[in-house]
């Protein structure tokens, strides 16, 4: 009969064995270990920089929503102008203009040479002078009209067509009301000045002996 020998194990194999074992286990771990810090550092990295990139997308942002000087400074130039030019209309409906002189003294020329043939006093005074006075009077009026007319476009232009990003300047509807004010004044002289309200024409006096 035969008998096969049982192998025995050997005590030093078996340790050196389990030591083997638990140096792969501990390789694997600290890989893994290694691994999971790589990881966790580059998400911080990550992190870190996001808020460096949101601030300078916030820069840009800001620099784009500064206003341009230049785009201020043109803001209610057109009205601004337009209210200068009504003031300025207002002005000359009062005190005047070369135009209505001209006018006024073609008046006078005209009436001169209707009446050079003869013609009573009364006729000489109406053709002469009160032709070049209703001239004038007439002549400072359309300035009156046009200031008054110009100033009220001013100031209700706003509330039309489409919305400004910002107000309309103070010094602009301040000029745009003097203007209108002066239109006003200067269409009320120039028509008591047309109809004789404020000074009637002069008239000749009745001849002695008639």
Known sequence: MNTTPSKTTNPDETAAAQDAATKDTETKDALGTSSGAGDSATASDDLATQPEDDA???GIQDEDLEPDPFETARHGVGAGAAAVVSAALGVVALTGAWSGRVAAERETLIG???TSGGGSAA???????????HTTALVNGVFAVLALLVGVVVLVRPAFG???D????AWVRAVALAGVALGVLG????AGMYF??????PSAGTPAGG
């Not at 910002?166 to 300047?169: E, H, S, T």
């Not at 269409?187 to 120039?190: D, K, W």
């Open 196 to 201: 004789d309200l404020f000074a009637s024409l």
């Open 162 to 164: 489409a919305p400004a």
């Open 112 to 114: 001169q040479i209707k």
């Open 56 to 58: 300078a997308d916030d």
């Open 187 to 190: 269409v009320l002289i120039s």
């Open 123 to 133: 006729q000489q005074i109406s053709e002469i002078y009160g032709d070049a006075w």
């Open 166 to 169: 910002r107000p309309q300047p």
